[in-house]
């Protein structure tokens, strides 16, 4: 976070800086082509998350090979564990000051590298996963998903927006809040969004009946570090996640298959938020709880098609 991106008390996200699109036609100079591109993530990342998540519902590993950071950043960035074997970059700044050198962002994750004009082409994390959704079809594994359905566009991108402005940003709203009111209205609207979403998924097995959509793949990442970290570090405490029923049970369900669950690495969730945003812990000391079984049985099967 720069200090430009705390207005008057409240958390203002800045705007991503790389926004070229991968089409599947290549129009804009960007062909979705297997090896071409390189995925830079943080597993603790809750952006960068859904992308993982995507890219493995879709099969697309080995067409758009990963990195992933260390889970701790200082002031210089994200760092890899060791030298990006390809880009040889040590540092994510290296490679956002090739691809533009008076860039003074953040160095953000997600981002992808095109290994063609060794550039950055993207980090603007809503549109990664909707191109590989929509972009990389001819990539995709035999019997892949559609998790973009042509017809349910309008809904999904609908309910993302609340989910985005409450939940998934609206965690860090309420976390990087500097004055009480920025602090409560964040906290309010999250809550908020929680019971309807609570409610909606007491007849559906998923957000959008039976299959699982962009909608499930957006609000997984923060319900996984919700008990773990935003409820203490970010302050979001009215509930624990495992205080609703229907969003919990749904949380476990997701977290049970591989896409969800294996991208998962609550270790570098952890250690991310708790010692490296010092800001809002000054000591670095990481909780030791809660103790949570993301295993449990979640009974969802037999949910109606909604
Ligand atoms: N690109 C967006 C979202 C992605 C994002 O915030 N990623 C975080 C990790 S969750 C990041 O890479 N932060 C690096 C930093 O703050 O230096 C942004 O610029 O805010």
Not at 15 to 21: G, H, Q, Y
Not at 38 to 58: E, G, K, N, Q, T
Not at 61 to 81: C, Q, S
Not at 155 to 167: G, R
């Amino acid at each position: 976070m720069t200090a430009q991106e705390v207005e008057r008390g409240r958390f203002v996200r800045q705007p991503n800086r790389f926004t070229a699109r991968i089409t599947a036609d290549g129009a804009g100079g960007y062909p979705a082509e297997a090896g071409r591109y390189r995925l830079f993530v943080s597993y603790a990342c809750p952006w960068a998350h859904r992308s993982l998540i995507v890219r493995r519902l879709l099969g697309l590993e080995d067409a758009l090979p990963a990195a992933v950071v260390d889970p701790i950043r200082d002031e210089r960035g994200w760092r890899f564990p060791d030298p990006d074997p390809v880009t040889g970059a040590a540092f994510l700044s290296e490679l956002y000051l090739a691809s533009d050198p008076s860039f003074e962002g953040r160095y953000t994750v997600p981002c992808i590298w095109d290994t063609v004009t060794e550039r950055l082409v993207t980090n603007d994390f809503p549109n990664i996963t909707t191109t590989l959704e929509t972009e990389f079809t001819a990539l995709h594994a035999p019997g892949a998903p559609d998790l973009y359905p042509e017809a349910l566009r309008p809904e999904i991108d609908e309910l993302n927006d609340l989910v985005y402005n409450t939940v998934n940003n609206g965690v860090y709203k309420a976390g990087f809040a500097t004055a009480q009111d920025a602090y409560e209205d964040a906290f309010d609207a999250l809550f908020a969004t929680f019971d309807r979403l609570e409610e909606r998924l007491a007849g559906s097995r998923y957000l959008f009946g039976d299959r699982i959509t962009e909608a499930d793949v957006r609000l997984y990442p923060t319900l996984a570090r919700f008990d773990a970290v935003y409820y203490s570090h970010f302050k979001c405490n009215l509930r624990r996640l495992a205080d609703h029923p229907n969003l919990w049970a749904y949380a476990r369900d997701l977290y049970s298959i591989p896409a969800f669950g294996e991208t998962t690495n609550f270790d570098h969730i952890k250690r991310h938020y708790y010692v490296t945003q010092r800001n809002i812990n000054p000591s670095g000391v990481v909780p030791k709880g809660p103790l949570v079984d993301w295993t449990a049985p979640h009974g969802r099967e037999a949910l109606a098609r909604a």
